[in-house]
T-cell receptor, first 112, second 115 residues
Framework: GENVEQHPSTLSVQEGDSAVIKCTYS??????FPWYKQELGKGPQLIID?????GEKKDQRIAVTLNKTAKHFSLHITETQPEDSAVYFCAAISHTGNQFYFGTGTSLTVIP | GAVVSQHPSWVICKSGTSVKIECRSLDFQATTMFWYRQFPKQSLMLMATSNEGSKATYEQGVEKDKFLINHASLTLSTLTVTSAHPEDSSFYICSASAGAKNIQYFGAGTRLSVL
């Protein structure tokens, strides 16, 4: 099955700086890679996703890049704000099934 | 985006009682719903996958007789924790998916505390 690894587990940045979270996956058949933001005591919220037919996707301050050859994808948050502080999860899913394989999460703290 | 409602958000119960958690897709029909369990500071652990009108598929190690899942309609799935014990205390989260795009939309989660 799929194995998704996520780094770092914790990340602290100064407000205004950029944050990068990286994930690797093992199953070359995986073709959909969403990123979720989870605030304390709440459910995960989809913030951006990318499919295997593109290499990069951007939505305002958030971007995701995908390297299919190396089997890794990254979340980039620019001009970070305190409200970006949360736990971020990456996931990978194969076209052969509908099960998400989640990374272990990254706790991001943006210091004002 | 699609909205998934989960109820209750927090429940406290006595050991030995059963607790039902509801998951509803409010503005779309969910062909598949998923139930996850999350321990503090850990990732989401998939418990089971359910398709409307059929039996749920449980992940290895998840007791189907303890965690009863019903997906009676395209907008509602329920998880019943039977004879709950303190070790069942956790954060339970549902998600719903529709169509071939495989996007999952998550509920806000239910915090279960078993005394």
């Amino acid at each position: 099955g799929e194995n998704v690894e996520q780094h770092p587990s914790t990340l602290s940045v100064q407000e205004g700086d950029s944050a990068v979270i990286k994930c690797t996956y093992s199953d070359s058949a995986s073709n959909y890679f969403p990123w979720y933001k989870q605030e304390l005591g709440k459910g995960p919220q989809l913030i951006i996703d990318i499919r295997s037919n593109v290499g990069e996707k951007k939505d305002q301050r958030i971007a995701v890049t995908l390297n299919k050859t190396a089997k890794h994808f990254s979340l980039h948050i620019t001009e970070t704000q305190p409200e970006d502080s949360a736990v971020y999860f990456c996931a990978a899913i194969s076209h052969t099934g509908n099960q998400f394989y989640f990374g272990t999460g990254t706790s991001l703290t943006v210091i004002p | 985006g699609a909205v998934v409602s989960q109820h209750p958000s927090w429940v406290i119960c006595k050991s030995g009682t059963s607790v039902k958690i509801e998951c509803r897709s409010l503005d779309f029909q969910a062909t598949t719903m998923f139930w996850y369990r999350q321990f503090p500071k850990q990732s989401l652990m998939l418990m089971a996958t359910s398709n409307e009108g059929s039996k749920a598929t449980y992940e290895q190690g998840v007791e189907k007789d303890k965690f009863l899942i019903n997906h009676a309609s395209l907008t509602l799935s329920t998880l019943t924790v039977t004879s709950a014990h303190p070790e069942d205390s956790s954060f339970y989260i549902c998600s719903a998916s529709a169509g071939a795009k495989n996007i999952q939309y998550f509920g806000a989660g239910t915090r279960l505390s078993v005394l």
